[in-house]
């Protein structure tokens, strides 16, 4: 058989699959669909890249799911067996992290683009509201996988989120029963949040996708803005169809190649990390009776981590159960309040602010997120050490202060000169702040965020605990006075001190 | 083309290692013990004692287990049992899980072990016993005045930039009898203070002696309301 008796046979096979499937009509309606030429722009390429990402995730998920066992019995083991044992079985957990990692930052990307291009107004309000349930779809995506990592992490990110879900009025304890199928914590829990990893969250970000995309074809990838080109529900119909006559040019093969570029600087970007970085965790077992650990959610979701620690209590119940569907629904209806007009960002001030302005609010609760200085270091009581002039030159009374200080774990929430929790202030130089009654005070009532630590203090605690405070001023610089009593020349002597410190606490 | 031979070659050194060289790849020693399970002397020293005790280079508020003094004096058993039970008048913690701390057994003995393991030298030869019944406490006002008064001042209260007071009732209301005798005996050399051979050159104190002084300092001690303690209800 010569070359074109090949083709001819060949040609003859795939149109008897074209009649029945129709592959070239579903070819040229979707990968052949003329775009405008200027939409062939680097740009648009976060979508799909955001797709490629979670094609990975189904991948790497699946083989997964092979070896993983979603019982609170075994799936540390599991997990440990794949970190540090099965052969590759690391590489297949780096890349199912980077790739969720890579999937929401490129997701956020895409979110932003969009709406700094404009992309949602009319006619494409659904193809956006759809991409707003996608988002959160992945963002719950991130947060069920965090879950499947059953470490300490998981546990106490867990607890938070059934904590949150308790809060909801009337039916609070209904609603964390429903969450970890029971009170606590339990086997039953990491069965819902795999069935919810596994099968309802992916089926549906499959089915919205579909929609997402046929939006995409029907009404058209949105045209590069142009400032002054404004979109009149009336007139945009007849606009974009001259544009797509005139300039219209198919997407295969002039957009996608940058597509294919993108997707292959997002998969050696996966790659790249998974070979550094390699996987995380599993960190310490998901051990309720273990407190001595700092979790922290992972880095999408460090800004809502910073934003429950440090938001004032009269606002904890607006800001977890009233603020997020206001957000989320403000995203939903976005296209509606802002339906018409222009798109392109040179002429929208306010939209490119609101961005900058997000960002940087996400960027510096996501630092201190990651740095969470709110959170005690419970094991500085006993294992903080202190710098040596902070104890030279010490009385008794001073020294066993400071073993006070110790054993009453001051130190988990504060430092030494940086050594020791950061919750609260660094008692270096305490003692150039507050005078030896304010520190009674403070260590008997508390406030400021402080507990009250009379009952747990004897008097004599009391009074070694300040009289080393009070000794906690830099060499050459006065101790702190009390404003209503004229500034004597001398300093105390050691002796003076103590006596003064013994009487006051009394 | 010089961009896509870079990559080649990055990726062939890759294929070729086998990925078994790369730096994500978990090692066994990146493995997080169970607590309960973590058997390093260092991370356990440096984790459960270092706040107080320092860490043989660092000084804490207490007496530091790298003293050879104190180590030659202090029975390793005893030193097993303090770790086990705490010493709660002095605020020293129980660290035992059946007493409500954090270490296993196992563990307290891989602590104690090798704190011992740093005593280099024998005990001396004139060693005081660790511990003893109070002495007698005019006796005890003499031998302050001959061995400690130089610093800590002829009343006990302390002199200016020498050495506090250590007859402040609020200080020997959180210590024991046995931690006066320790410190007069092995004394704080990390802080200069010296030991029970060197206070006097040329003249260690005696067992007697430092049984003495010890009362008498605990004869110092008061209540709450200012109200002296009879030795009974110390």
């Known amino acids: 058989m010569n070359g074109k008796a090949l083709i001819q046979a060949l040609n003859g096979v795939y149109e008897w699959v074209d009649k029945r499937l129709h592959v070239t009509d579903l070819f040229n309606h979707t990968a ?18 955001t797709l490629l990402c979670f094609m990975i995730q189904l991948l790497t998920g699946c083989l997964l799911a092979l070896v993983y066992v979603p019982s609170a019995a075994e799936a540390y083991t599991t997990l440990e067996y794949l970190t540090f044992r099965q052969e590759l ?80 009025p009337m039916i609070g304890q209904q609603v964390v029963n429903f969450m970890l199928g029971g009170p606590i914590i339990a086997s039953e829990t990491l069965s819902r949040f795999f069935t919810l990893h596994v099968f309802v969250l992916p089926g549906s ?14 009404k058209g990838i949105n045209e590069y803005p142009k400032p002054g080109q404004i979109v009149r529900k009336e007139t945009y119909d007849k606009e974009y169809a001259t544009i797509i006559k005139k300039e219209g040019i198919p997407f295969f093969p002039h957009g996608i190649w940058k597509d294919l570029v993108a997707a292959s600087i997002v998969i050696g970007g996966i790659l790249f990390c998974v070979l550094m970085f390699g996987p995380k965790g599993p960190l310490g077992e998901p051990n309720p009776t273990q407190i001595d650990t700092v979790p922290r959610p992972d880095f999408f979701f460090l800004w809502i981590f910073a934003i429950a620690a ?49 960002y940087l609010a996400l960027g510096l609760l996501t630092y201190l997120g990651q740095t969470s200085p709110w959170s005690p270091d419970m094991k500085a009581w006993s294992g903080a050490e202190t710098p040596r002039e902070f104890v030279e030159g010490r009385s008794p009374l001073e020294l066993q202060g400071l073993a006070v200080l110790q054993n009453k774990q001051c130190r988990n929430c504060h430092a030494i000169d940086g050594i020791g929790g950061h919750r609260g202030p660094d008692l270096a130089d305490v003692g150039t702040r507050l005078t030896k009654d304010q520190l009674v005070r ?25 009289a080393y405070m009070v000794s906690l001023h830099p060499r050459g610089e006065q101790p702190a006075r009390d404003s209503a009593v004229p500034a004597t020349p001398a300093p105390m002597s050691v002796q003076e001190g103590e006596q003064h410190a013994a009487v006051g606490a009394h | 083309m010089k961009i896509a031979a870079l990559s080649l070659a990055c990726l062939s050194a890759i294929a070729l290692s086998g990925c078994d060289n790369v730096p994500g790849r978990p090692k066994k020693e990146d493995r997080r013990p169970e607590p309960h399970h973590v058997t390093d002397f260092k991370t356990l020293y440096s984790q459960n004692c270092a706040g107080c005790h320092g860490n043989g280079q660092s000084v804490g508020p207490v007496i530091s287990m790298n003293d050879p003094l104190y180590l030659s004096i202090l029975p390793k058993e005893q030193m097993r049992q303090i770790v086990t039970s705490g010493r709660a008048q002095n605020g020293m913690p129980a660290f035992s899980l059946a007493n409500g701390g954090s270490l296993t057994n196992e563990q307290i003995g891989i602590i104690v072990d090798n704190i011992y393991a740093w005593a280099k030298n024998p005990p001396p030869a004139n060693a005081p016993a660790y511990s003893a019944p109070l002495g007698d406490v005019a006796r005890g006002a003499a031998v302050f005045a001959a061995n400690c008064a130089s610093c800590h001042g002829a009343d006990g209260k302390g002199l200016k930039d020498k050495a506090g007071s250590v007859i402040n009732p609020a200080y020997l209301g959180l210590v024991s009898d046995q931690y006066l005798r320790t410190i007069t005996i092995a004394g704080r050399n990390d802080l200069g203070c010296p030991d029970f051979a060197s206070r006097v050159p040329g003249k260690a104190m005696t067992n007697e002696e430092i049984s003495d002084v010890v009362a008498w300092l605990a004869s110092h001690r008061e209540n709450e309301f200012g109200q002296k303690l009879a030795p009974a209800q110390q």
């Open chain 1, 32 to 49: 052949g669909h003329p775009i405008p030429k200027s939409s062939a722009s680097w740009f648009y390429v976060f979508g799909s890249a």
């Open chain 1, 89 to 168: 079985g690391w590489f297949l957990r780096a890349t199912h992290y980077w790739g969720s990692n890579f999937m929401v930052g490129i997701m956020l990307i895409h979110v932003t683009q969009v709406f700094l291009f404009g992309a949602y107004k009319y006619p494409r309000e659904i193809t956006w509201m759809s991409g707003v349930v996608l988002m959160l779809l992945t963002l719950g995506l991130a947060f069920t996988g965090q879950v499947m990592r059953f470490d300490e992490d998981a546990y106490w990110g867990l607890g938070i989120g059934a904590a949150i879900a308790g809060r909801s």
């Open chain 1, 205 to 218: 970000v499959l089915a919205l996708v579909a929609l997402h995309l046929r939006m995409v074809l029907t």
């Open chain 1, 310 to 358: 440090l938001m004032p209590d009269y606002m904890e119940t607006f800001m977890l159960l009233v603020a997020p569907p206001i957000i989320i629904g403000l995203l939903f209806i976005l296209p509606f309040i802002n339906n018409t007009g222009e798109k392109s960002w040179r002429r929208r001030p306010i939209a490119v602010l609101s961005v900058i302005l997000i």
């Open chain 1, 442 to 466: 403070q260590i008997i009532q508390g406030g400021g965020n402080m507990p009250a630590y009379g009952k747990n203090l004897s008097p004599y605690e009391t009074d070694a605990l300040v």
